[in-house]
């Protein structure tokens, strides 16, 4: 499919791909010899890569989903069917992934493959409300979760005041920052630090309630159907929130140029993962800590907020890739996709969500949060995997190391699409919000991309800006 480059749009001074160019001046002005390539390096092993995704997979929507997904479903019956139907989807989303992601060896993923499949607007659609809504959402949800079960074990006679949660919660938000910004080795291993924690802590969780189970403890389970009965209107938002308790499983397609070997550790990563994370949910129930483990259940908040802290971290780090390959495509500022000279590390990418993150953290509630982004992200994850489908068709022959049957993406893409759609009835302001935010996106790509015809002084401050933070970051373009 041939499309219109978009560098080739603003390559003569837009607003978001100045003049700039080159790396920073090197001291008497001349190259270092045997100077490093300035380059994100391929550091993701198969080990790393599951820890990427199960350890931001299992953070605070483990403990959040639950309750939203039981207020839309109103049974115990119909919410545990939910789940078990979400954990398939996310298979199947996961699979797909695998054949995207072995077929098109970039980084960026929904970004990329939308880019690739449906041209420039809606790819640039798609990042525009990934950075203005959907990742700062995000991270704010599983930041806030952090901030109070960090600071629940310091207020179990009362309540956590919100002010403390939040400023906690801005201090973890600042600590993932920093350490993405520093060193993606560091990043990597804290990664798998955490998702260690984290499966220990669901293991000291499920172990006392599967043995009560096997003695017959099972009275939680009787009439699970019983309750006020499930509406049409209701499953949108219980398939949000029991498809964000098992949002993650994406995140190693945003990496794909940063893995060792993508055709062969991709695949593995994604298909060893999932199951680990069903079968661990499949036995979960959060309130046997409190039951069954007595005084030791003052440890389990801990455990959930490092478990959420891995999410962020993982989050964060991926998504970071996102920003940095749509900057290199020319969709966002140029000084997106420069790497700090002797960190490696995609600076810029990494820091400019924390302002926006900021404004989320002290503008919303948890679930109204929630629901706001999850409009937006399940229409491009679907529109993705429907792109997978269109590729089938119109590039027979392309290189495809890992295949599934055409009947996963399908019914994945299908999924996806009819529950965005229906959300607009049963939560017309959320979903309307989220709706209104996304078009923005078409209008800003002719102000920002197609338009390039700006005023000289407009291109000189914006030439100037990016110049200016180049040298306070210490970043210069790929090599």
């Avoid at 953070?59 to 049974?75: C, D, E, R, V, Y």
């Avoid at 996310?90 to 970039?106: R, W």
């Avoid at 209701?234 to 940063?258: D, K």
């Avoid at 679930?367 to 590729?391: D, E, H, K, P, Q």
Wanted: with cysteine; glycine share 8%.
């Amino acid at each position: 499919m041939v499309r219109k480059p978009v560098v080739a749009t603003i390559s003569r001074g837009g607003y978001l791909q100045g003049n700039v160019s080159g790396g920073l001046p090197p001291m008497g002005g001349q190259e270092a010899p045997g100077q490093e390539k300035v380059v994100l390096k391929k550091k993701i092993t198969l080990l790393r890569g599951v820890s990427i995704i199960i350890g931001t997979i299992i953070g605070a929507g483990i403990f959040i989903s639950p309750k939203g997904i039981l207020q839309n479903t109103g049974s115990v019956g119909m919410s545990l069917t939910v789940w078990s139907a979400c954990g398939v989807l996310s298979l199947f989303g996961a699979l797909s992934y695998a054949e995207l992601g072995t077929s098109i060896k970039k980084s960026g993923g929904h970004y990329t493959y939308i880019l690739e499949v449906f041209g420039p607007l809606l790819a640039f659609v798609r990042v525009w409300v990934e950075l203005l809504i959907i990742r700062p959402g995000a991270t704010a949800v599983i930041s806030l979760a952090f901030g109070r079960y960090i600071l629940e074990p310091f207020f179990i006679q009362c309540e956590i005041p919100e002010l403390a949660i939040k400023l906690i919660t801005a201090v973890g938000i600042t600590v993932v920052m920093v350490l993405n910004s520093m060193s993606v080795s560091w990043s990597a291993r804290i990664q798998i630090f955490l998702t260690f924690c984290k499966l220990t802590a669901i293991l000291i969780i499920i172990v006392p309630g599967v043995i009560q189970l096997i003695k017959g403890q099972t009275q939680h389970f009787k009439d699970a159907f019983s309750g006020k009965d499930a509406s049409l209107m209701g499953l949108p938002l219980a398939f949000y929130y029991g498809m964000y308790a098992y949002a993650g499983w994406f995140y190693l397609n945003f990496l794909t140029e940063e893995v060792e070997n993508p055709e062969r550790t991709t695949p593995l990563v994604l298909c060893l993962s999932l199951p680990v994370i069903n079968l661990l949910r499949s036995f979960f129930h959060q309130t046997f800590s409190e039951r069954l483990l007595g005084n030791f259940s003052l440890a389990v908040p801990i455990f959930v907020a490092l478990s959420c802290f891995g999410s962020m971290n993982g989050g964060v780090f991926a998504v970071s890739r996102l920003f940095y390959v749509a900057s290199r495509e020319g969709h966002l500022p140029e000084i997106l996709s420069m790497i700090h000279v002797r960190k490696h590390t995609p600076l810029p990418a990494v820091i400019v969500l924390h302002p926006l993150t900021m404004i989320m953290l002290f503008s919303g509630d948890l679930y109204s949060l929630l629901n706001f982004l999850s409009f937006a992200r399940w229409l491009f994850i679907g529109l993705a995997v429907a792109g997978l489908i269109y590729l089938r068709y119109k590039r027979p022959d392309m290189h495809r190391p890992f295949k599934v049957p055409l009947f996963i993406p399908a019914l994945f893409s299908f999924t996806c699409l009819f529950m965005v759609a229906l959300s607009l009835y049963s939560d017309p302001f959320s979903t309307g919000m989220g709706f209104l935010i996304t078009l923005t996106g078409v209008p800003a790509y002719y102000l920002f991309i197609i338009w390039d015809k700006k005023p000289k002084w407009f291109r000189r401050i914006s030439d100037k800006i990016t110049r200016t933070l180049q040298i306070i970051l210490e970043v210069v373009p790929e090599d």
